[in-house]
């Protein structure tokens, strides 16, 4: 699938999108992904009186997004069947405000389907903010076969 | 699998500590051979997330499509994997 077909295919509406652009993908286990917050983005102006804070949540959710992403142009999910995350650890290096383009460069670590593990480095300007892994089942529980 | 291939302790210690990171134990209560699903409650995420942790620690790449991993389940194993992957990567 390509990268673009694979953004249309995340089954998030406009609202809870968390990856606008794919940047590269090697289509071999590594993608790296481009999200642009601004300021009037809702999930953001909710945090105005954090001095617009991007919240840690929506930065897993660019990580676990990207994640899905890849899965799709791989081949490794299908659109109507796609996945949960079962499992996440992240570290916050430093906070980040917006507006901001951050850069999520995702690696697979584990792959033995229906079951996914990754590696993912959140940046801004090339410095990283947020390191996360993860676990998830590609195939949602309970979907047709 | 490199059955062959000497594990170092090193290895064990800090395959153990993942395992016990994973399963929420001490890693003096995580045996080297007992099977981490069976005997330690494992679930499927998280075998998964200690592939990652390990893949993540010794840095190695992912594993080729299709590999079955499913027979490696306890420390001595994954140590055991992770002393072939490591192996391969080290030129001779």
Redesign the interface.
């Known amino acids: 699938m390509t990268p673009e077909a694979a953004l249309a295919a995340l089954p998030f509406g406009a609202a809870f999108r968390f990856v606008d652009q794919v940047i590269s993908c090697d289509g071999a286990g590594r993608v790296v992904t481009a999200t642009h917050y601004d300021t009037d983005r809702k999930v953001i102006a909710a945090h105005a009186s954090l001095g617009s804070l991007i919240p840690g949540s929506i930065l897993i959710e660019q990580a676990a997004q990207t994640a899905l992403l890849l899965a799709l142009i791989r081949g490794d999910a299908a659109p109507d069947r796609l996945g949960v995350v079962g499992a996440i650890k992240a570290r916050f290096e430093r906070p980040v405000t917006a507006p901001a383009e951050l850069w999520c460069e995702l690696t697979v670590a584990y792959l033995q389907a229906p079951q996914l593990g990754f590696a993912a480095e959140i940046s801004l300007d090339g410095k990283v903010i947020t390191r996360v892994s993860g676990a998830c089942t590609l195939e949602m529980p309970g979907a047709p076969p | 699998m490199a059955d062959d291939l000497q594990v170092t302790d090193e290895i064990l210690d800090k395959v153990r500590e993942i395992a016990a990171e994973a399963l929420d134990v001490e890693p003096e209560e995580v045996s080297l051979d007992g099977d981490l699903f069976e005997d330690h409650g494992l679930d499927?995420?998280?075998i998964?997330?200690i592939?990652?942790?390990l893949?993540?620690t010794f840095g190695f790449?992912?594993?080729a499509?299709g590999e079955?991993?499913?027979h490696i389940r306890t420390v001595r194993a994954l140590s055991g994997f992770v002393h072939h992957r490591t192996a391969v990567e080290v030129p001779r």
């Open positions: 499927s995420i998280g998964v997330m592939h990652v942790e893949a993540l790449p992912e594993p499509r079955d991993l499913s």
